[in-house]
């Protein structure tokens, strides 16, 4: 096999194009989805962690029905305010 030599100008174009694909582009968003779920399983876990007395129950037509104590509404209203910022 022959070496054929390659001037920088052109690896820069090269490695321009693999970073502009899509692929690239959605691999390096992997770990941001990573920290979200994260994010989100841990904000479940606060809530479920601050719940008691939650209720699911089935009413007359067969649906379930999930009584939620106060104590998770301002949980919820809490990491509204505290993520907004």
């Known amino acids: ?5 390659i001037k ?3 690896i820069e174009a090269l490695m321009r194009k693999v970073k502009s694909s899509k692929k690239y582009k959605m691999k390096k968003q992997i770990p941001n989805l990573i920290t ?3 994010l989100f399983f ?4 606060i809530l479920v962690t601050f719940q008691s007395g939650t209720m699911a129950t089935l009413d007359e037509t067969g649906d379930m029905v999930i009584e939620i104590p106060e104590q998770i509404i301002l949980c919820e ?3 509204r ?3 907004a910022g």
């Open 1 to 5: 096999m022959k070496n054929i030599p």
């Open 8 to 10: 920088a100008e052109e």
């Open 77 to 79: 209203y809490v990491y």
């Open 81 to 83: 305010t505290c993520s």
């Open 42 to 45: 841990g904000c479940l876990a």
């Open 36 to 38: 979200l779920l994260n």
